[in-house]
């Protein structure tokens, strides 16, 4: 059973970074689907990365692309998703999810991801 943890969430003002991890256990990633998710108070969850199983690009939501940078380690056992220049309405719980079946390109329902972590708070104010 693959188990995902994420850690690196905290309290930014607008304009800061943050660095998010998420440490698997038990498998490496290298051929899943892998994708980070936010979900702020009374919203939907909602795709901001995703890494595509079937060519291993990397693809942004509209709104974070050229903000966030998503990688993975050589190992394939940590995926990381780097966040510059924050703004008040990035503040959420992020997650990250894998699944372990093939999937053309970006992928951003959340039903589509089998394994997700429990979930790391951003908040960003002044």
């Known amino acids: 059973q693959l188990q995902l943890v994420e850690s690196g969430g905290g309290l930014v003002q607008p304009g800061g970074s943050l660095k998010l991890s998420c440490v698997s256990s038990?498998?490496?990633?290298?051929?899943?689907?892998i994708g980070w998710f936010r979900q702020a108070p009374g919203k939907e969850r909602e795709g901001v990365a995703c890494i595509s199983s079937s060519d291993g690009e990397v693809y942004y939501r509209t709104s974070v692309r050229g903000r966030f940078t998503m990688s993975t380690d050589a190992a394939g056992h940590t995926v990381y998703l780097q966040m510059d220049n924050l703004k008040d309405e990035d503040t959420a719980i992020y997650y990250c999810?894998?699944?372990?079946?093939?999937?053309?390109?970006?992928?951003?329902?959340?039903?589509?991801?089998?394994?997700w972590g429990q979930g790391t708070q951003v908040t960003v104010s002044s």
């Open positions: 038990g498998f490496p990633l290298g051929n899943y689907l």
């Open positions: 999810a894998a699944d372990p079946r093939y999937h053309h390109g970006e992928n951003w329902l959340p039903s589509d991801y089998r394994y």
